[in-house]
């Protein structure tokens, strides 16, 4: 499982699609509900976390939707 931040962006974009592609799981961590609804549809899990709680991030990492 890959988790990505910052997923709505260029770079982390990319990255998902192409785990996507490539058929590997992978888990969006994103600060808004609305934004990891958007991936989900994609075939992501997704998580909530922003990237100043490292309780939130690290619920996200391992155990994804939080």
């Given at each position: 499982?890959?988790?990505?931040?910052?997923?709505?962006?260029?770079v982390g974009g990319?990255?998902?699609?192409?785990?996507?592609?490539?058929?590997?799981?992978?888990?969006?961590?994103?600060?808004?509900?609305?934004?990891?609804?958007?991936?989900?549809?994609?075939?992501?899990?997704?998580?909530?976390?922003?990237?100043?709680?490292?309780?939130?991030?690290?619920?996200?990492?391992?155990?994804?939707?939080?």
């Open positions: 499982m890959y988790a990505i931040t910052g997923i709505t962006g260029q990319a990255v998902a699609r192409a785990l996507l592609a490539a058929r590997l799981p992978d888990r969006a961590v994103v600060r808004a509900a609305g934004k990891g609804a958007t991936w989900a549809e994609h075939g992501c899990e997704a998580a909530i976390a922003d990237m100043n709680d490292a309780v939130a991030l690290t619920a996200a990492f391992i155990q994804g939707k939080y």
